[in-house]
């Protein structure tokens, strides 16, 4: 690993730190557009342009496993599965190779690849502040090449403790510890509107902290002292259990709390989906 890649910043890098080090040999950087109501728009969209050196991981096909009747609408990708998918992409445990997600969506699906490789052990890894569209506005080099590289080897050392289920949750609201906070809309936490979903509401005990806040109106996060203001009102991460529809926007609050570099909080990676999943049909909307 030369020495450029050995410093990559974590758990963000900016349009200028990644155009510097574009060429650098081995670091792997990733595409994750997606677009939930229409599936293959950003595979679509990024063999139409991406950022040179990018490959591509579908949110569906390669980021989660096949939805089941519960488990939530992304469960987590089988693990053998997905390793054989990062060394096809060149990606190896040891040394660490360098990865850098990237989404245009304020991080929603760069964030679920980011905090996976984390699962996994894998800590160099970061997510492109802005994103897809900071790189275009800023005018910077795009392409339609599709990269291929010689296989890497990866060795995952899996955080079990990372990831909460259902019956953790449920003794979580017994015993009142962990919180739970739900990175949905204020709209969908309340139970107002719910466009994914087939019954409305969230998780009883939950308190709401919408993923989006982390993010200003051009979709770069705020500055850590700005977001620790805002989180201040929320129990401490590691006494938390983060979800949100199925376990992929509620990345970008944990992924808030690696920029405040604050402890990882559990992950109910079903989500809300999974929650309700449980529901009576007479429950549902």
């Not at 719910?194 to 308190?207: F, R, S, T, W, Y």
């Amino acid at each position: 690993m030369n020495s450029s890649s050995r410093s990559l910043p974590t758990p963000l890098v900016d349009i200028q730190w990644l155009q510097a080090h574009l060429h650098d040999s081995n670091l792997i950087i990733v595409d994750c557009r997606f677009a939930l109501g229409h599936p293959q728009q950003g595979r679509a969209e990024y063999l139409a342009a991406h950022i040179p050196g990018a490959c591509y991981l579908d949110l569906n096909q390669d980021l989660s496993s096949p939805v089941g009747q519960q488990g939530g609408r992304h469960p987590l990708p089988n693990i053998d599965l997905f390793v054989s998918k990062l060394e096809g992409l060149g990606i190896s445990s040891h040394p660490a190779t360098p990865v850098i997600a990237y989404d245009a969506t304020k991080g929603a699906f760069a964030a679920r690849l980011w905090w996976l490789l984390r699962y996994l052990g894998h800590d160099a890894v970061a997510v492109l502040d802005g994103g897809f569209p900071a790189w275009q506005a800023a005018q910077l080099p795009l392409t339609t090449a599709v990269p291929e590289r010689p296989p890497g080897q990866f060795s995952p050392a899996v955080q079990a403790d990372w990831v909460a289920d259902r019956s953790t949750v449920m003794a979580a609201q017994t015993e009142k510890s962990p919180a739970l906070i739900d990175a949905r809309s204020p709209e969908r936490y309340r139970g107002e509107h719910e466009p994914i979903d087939p019954v409305a509401g969230a998780i009883p005990q939950a308190l709401n902290f919408f993923w989006q806040t982390n993010l200003n109106e051009q979709g770069y996060f705020k500055p850590p002292a700005e977001l620790a203001q805002l989180w201040q009102t929320m129990p401490t991460a590691d006494a938390s259990i983060y979800y949100c529809g199925s376990g992929v926007t509620a990345c970008v609050n944990l992924l808030a709390q690696a920029v405040m570099h604050r402890p990882m909080p559990q992950l109910y990676v079903g989500g809300w989906s999974d929650w309700c999943s449980y529901e009576s049909p007479s429950h549902q909307t």
